[in-house]
């Protein structure tokens, strides 16, 4: 698995985006599947459901459009299915949790919680003065549904950054009001705000 070759495979199997409108596409045995579909396959396998995904039936010869195997649990959409273990394999692909590729330049829109310049992601979700990019909101998904910590987002706010007033950044909800919770560096987005932000993420670049 690789991210396709120019020419090769020309489009997302999953949402029918060309390479054109897409950051990143990464490619299978006759498939391919976009940054931004990783990213609402993992959302749909923690949560049980998706903007435009479901979790495919666990029958026997459902194989995983990626790998071949019959692993569950895999996320589906056009036919196309993938599994656990390849969406793992596709996050390290696109970059999740590794640092930003280019240093901001003053008065460019950066991710809140990792920095990366709004051109090293595929996608930045506005807030009232923050940003989140589609490789935090991954890493916010596994915080909220796991408990996961990451490089840039974890469940807890540092010591150092509490306060008795806290607020999800986005839509200013305090926190004892909401469900979930991940951190970043003085930034916060809850758990409703997060399934907004993988809506976005899944959504058609204009």
């Known amino acids: 698995m690789d991210e396709a ?21 990464i490619a299978g045995p006759g498939v391919a599947i976009c940054d931004g579909c990783v990213t609402e396959a993992w959302f749909t396998l923690i949560k049980g ?5 479901q979790i495919a039936p666990g029958k026997t010869g459902s194989r995983c459009s990626f790998c071949s195997l019959e692993r569950t ?27 930003p590729k280019t240093e901001p330049t003053s008065g460019e829109r950066t991710c809140s919680f990792c920095a990366r310049p709004q051109e090293a992601a595929s996608k930045l979700v506005a807030g009232p003065g923050v940003h989140i990019c589609n490789f935090c909101v991954i890493d916010a998904v596994a915080v909220v549904e796991q408990g ?28 004892a009001e909401v469900a979930s919770v991940a951190y970043g560096p003085r930034v916060r987005i809850c758990d409703e705000c997060l399934d907004l932000c993988v809506e976005i993420t899944a959504e058609e670049p204009v």
């Not at 996961?148 to 950044?169: M, Q, W, Y």
């Open 49 to 53: 459901y998706g903007p435009s995904m």
């Open 148 to 175: 996961a910590t990451t490089n840039h987002v974890s469940a807890e706010a540092l010591e150092d950054e509490t306060d008795d007033d806290e607020a999800c950044s986005f839509c200013g909800k305090p926190v």
């Open 5 to 25: 070759r120019l020419g090769a495979i020309d489009h997302c199997y999953f949402c029918g985006k060309p390479n054109t409108k897409v950051s990143k596409l």
């Open 73 to 99: 649990p895999q996320a589906t959409r056009k036919g196309a299915r993938i599994c656990s273990d390849c969406i793992e394999l596709c996050k390290r692909i696109i970059g999740q949790g590794s640092p």
